[in-house]
């Protein structure tokens, strides 16, 4: 079902594409569709405000899944908001990949 549900909701078109994208990130195999994958889709399309750009952040990078959607994502977007950072595919892709370190690193500087 997992499968299924990255080809219907990313747009994936065939196996190859399929292959390519869980091969990236092989555990996301084993998430939740409801507890997990879409909550997070939810959480990027709202935070970017548009569905296509969404998909094709979470394609190029699957690993942006990985990150807590409770522990990561949302306190990092908040913190973003209020260092007034433009909310963008770039701005979420370092929100869910950073270390901690270098995010904060990436808001002192842009707080500056």
Excluded at 25 to 44: A, R
Excluded at 83 to 105: F, S
Aim: glycine letters at 4%; one cysteine or more; charged letters at 30%.
């Amino acid at each position: 079902p997992t499968l299924k549900w990255f080809q219907k909701n990313l747009d994936l078109k065939d196996d190859a594409e399929i292959n390519t994208f869980v091969n990236k990130l092989p555990t996301l195999l084993d998430y939740s569709i409801k507890n997990n994958l879409e909550p997070t889709l939810e959480f990027y399309i709202e935070s970017i405000g548009n569905k296509g750009d969404a998909i094709t952040l979470l394609t190029k990078s699957p690993r942006a899944f990985g990150a807590s959607l409770e522990n990561r994502l949302k306190p990092r977007l908040d913190e973003a908001k209020e260092a007034g950072m433009v909310i963008d595919q770039r701005c979420l892709l370092r929100i869910a990949t950073y270390t901690e370190k270098m995010w904060r690193a990436n808001l002192e500087h842009r707080s500056k």
